[in-house]
């Protein structure tokens, strides 16, 4: 069932009246309440469009298969039930927001923006493409590297009932199961202004998740796809993690700058290299060509980072909990209790132990 325009509006203003907003900060604002809400006013029932004669073959099975995915989120993965993943939004455009994210020419640390719900992020979300490319190109002009990448899918950490989205329709189905596990579990746990731990956490229980939920659906050459992906996924974060690693020490070099752009131009020359010979003794797909088409920079690094330096992490200490999803899950909100120094410094103890 839509929403009535009445409604949207009051939701609308409900959500803006709650953000102390600057004149700087209000059209950022509005785009985001206002292209979400437009999401809502547009979704429709999952069972209304399977029953509608004039949806595709293909979305109706997508819908189908990815319903079951949502019931197994909450019966065998405990994740949050709040209506979520039970509405379709077709969106007519490839993601439903695009992510920017920045960092200084010589430096891996991130840029972050702060919001009220979400705190402090290393990235920002917007609807529309055109406007996500000109906030990047503002940043670029004062010299940040940037990158803008569009987003499947996002969550809303539970305060409205997330729709699936035509923008995952094209993905096989444990990718989006794999999506709805990952947004879910930003709806269990969050820490505003953690992006790394967030992120890490929610990147953890996705790929449990598929690698659960492709076993109970007995579907082995999916689930042997997926360790295949997964294990040449692992090659490329520790090309990735090499590369990091020598731009660290590159930036703390006092260098002319000149000199430290062609040095870390060839870091990066040397990382397509590396992937090259890797991807050249692989029997056959999957790659992960799409990573190296684009210009290589430090915000293409940190928005790697920021989903997948904590995962093995949380690998181990789901592996400590026996594999017991609620005992993990227990474990994880005693983590997001501790401040952000004793937080990241247990986290890191977990990592040198591997």
Known sequence: MKMSRAKIWRVALAALSAVHLT?????????????????????????????????????????????????????ELLLPDNGSYRS???????????????????????????????GCVSYRGYFDVTAAREFAAGLAKRGDDIYVGGVAAYSTLGRFADPLLNTMMNLPDYRVAGLVFHELAHQHVYVKGDSKFNEGFASLVEQEGV???????????????YELSQARLAEVHALFSGARESLMELYDLDLPQGLKRDRKQSIFADLRQAYSDHRA???????????????????????????????????????????????????????????????????QTLLANL
């Open 23 to 75: 004149s700087c900060g209000v059209g950022y604002y509005w785009q985001a309440t206002t292209g979400h809400l437009e999401l809502m006013r547009n979704s429709r029932s999952v069972s209304e469009v399977i029953a509608d004669p004039a949806t595709s073959v293909a979305v109706r099975a997508k819908l189908r298969a990815t319903s079951r995915a949502v019931e197994f989120a909450h019966t």
């Open 88 to 118: 379709y939004v077709d969106t007519g455009r490839p993601y439903v927001v695009w992510n920017v994210y920045a960092a200084p020419e010589f430096s891996l640390d991130p840029r972050v923006w702060c919001f009220p719900v979400a």
């Open 211 to 225: 690698r659960r939920w492709l076993s109970y659906q007995e579907d082995a050459a999916s689930l042997e796809n």
């Open 281 to 347: 003794v692989w029997a056959g797909p999957p790659y992960f060509d799409h990573w190296f088409d684009a210009r290589l920079n430090n915000a293409r690094f940190v928005a790697m980072a920021t989903y997948d330096d904590y995962v093995p992490a949380f690998r181990a200490l789901l592996e400590c909990q026996g594999g017991d999803l609620n005992a993990f899950y227990t474990r994880v909100a005693a983590l997001a209790d501790l401040g952000a120094d004793e937080r990241t410094a247990e986290l």
